[in-house]
């Protein structure tokens, strides 16, 4: 069968990396199958798999029998074609990144100036986000084949729209993501703590993670912050001299290599979140993890053992869990071990499975 993934711009992210871990999945499985962009960036390994558009009217997309698209505009695109079927492959659920910017849990850097103009600004803003919110969701109301990589996205989806969801989870390797028994935890007395996730993206909720650390560090605690981001840093994380070491666009080997380097793992995301993967990472490696209480987190397993959970905006919360686990040794490896538990569970070979299945289902 011939498959092709269609995202208009590649850049650095887990939904990218998601993308082409299916396009391999899918060729070894003996399909046709390639990733379609018009531009990308950033240094992923795409030379077998990818096909660049020339053409913004995609007249020189190839002919495939199915086409997926993660982003409800390619999605549109693709079903305008009115060629092949077409898959919605639901990453995050985008009217919820808009509702949030409509509550204003999350604005802007540019837009946090104070002033009438900024004022204004804001207003002619929850505007566009009223409209594209009606967009986007008639998009996702079009007959086309609905798939989505966690289970709160699909039971959200089928709830909202009536439509059968396919789940094809995310999964990691786990020949790369591992923990290292070697290792002490807070060796020298100094906490290594893990921040993942561009700033810039206001539902990764990255500013509460650092008034967190922020809070400890002005009572003395001998906290290192370091953060990995795909973008460079924002004026806040350079100004508040809060991050101790920052790294841009690393690639899977040297996250794991991190991940293994970290006594606390924290992700401070918000509901738009429709994943998740360096937290799953992070389990998988053996990082004492905080996790926000958002759908996604604590939908990877039942039970809720497998990290310190906190509500979100509350860096408070935060901090009260990074001394939990300084403190209580117990609760640490407690974590731990769950979460090494949860992680088998997200597997390339599950989502391999997924895969395999969802084709079946819709020839």
Not at 42 to 57: A, H, P
Not at 101 to 115: A, S
Not at 233 to 260: G, H, T
Not at 273 to 299: R, W
Request: one cysteine or more; hydrophobic letters at 40%.
């Amino acid at each position: 069968m011939r498959i092709g993934y269609f995202v208009s711009s590649i850049g650095i992210s887990g939904g990218v990396k998601v993308v082409l871990q299916h396009v391999k999945i899918l060729k070894e499985l003996g399909h046709e199958a390639f990733l379609i962009t018009k531009d990308i960036e950033g240094t992923w390994d795409v030379s077998e798999t990818l096909v660049i558009l020339k053409r913004n009217n995609l007249e020189d997309i190839p002919d495939c029998e199915i086409y997926i698209g993660t982003r409800w505009n390619d999605v549109e695109r693709l079903f305008r074609r009115k060629v092949g079927k077409v898959v919605h492959l639901c990453q995050g659920y985008e009217p919820l990144k808009y509702w949030l910017r409509i509550k204003e849990e999350f604005i802007p850097e540019k837009r946090e100036k104070k002033g009438i103009l900024s004022i204004t600004k804001r207003y002619f803003d929850m505007m566009k986000y009223r409209r594209k919110i009606d967009q986007v969701k008639s998009v996702y109301a079009l007959p086309t084949v609905k798939a989505a990589v966690s289970r709160h996205l699909v039971e959200l989806i089928e709830k909202e729209y009536k439509q059968r969801c396919f789940l094809i989870q995310n999964g990691i390797d786990t020949k790369v993501f591992y923990p290292d028994g070697r290792r002490t935890w807070g060796e020298d007395g100094e906490i290594r703590v893990l921040s993942v996730g561009s700033m810039h993206v206001g539902f990764k909720g990255i500013r509460d993670t650092l008034a967190a650390v922020k809070l400890l560090k002005g009572k003395g605690f001998n906290l290192k912050l370091i953060r990995v981001s795909p973008t460079p840093p924002s004026e806040r994380e350079l100004d508040e001299a809060i991050v101790d070491e920052f790294y841009e666009r690393l690639n899977e080997k040297e996250m794991a290599d991190l991940y293994r380097s970290a006594d606390i793992f924290i992700s401070s995301s918000l509901e738009m979140e429709g994943f998740g993967l360096p937290a799953m990472e992070a389990l998988a490696s053996g990082v004492p993890s905080i996790l926000t209480e958002i759908s996604s987190y604590k939908n990877f397993d039942e039970k809720r053992d497998f990290a310190y959970f906190v509500p979100t905006h509350r860096p408070d919360k935060i901090a009260e869990g990074i001394l939990a686990f300084i403190e209580n040794r117990a609760l640490r490896e407690r974590c731990v071990q769950q979460g090494l538990r949860v992680a088998q569970n997200y597997t390339l070979e599950t989502t391999r499975e997924h895969l395999s299945n969802f084709l079946q289902g819709i020839v």
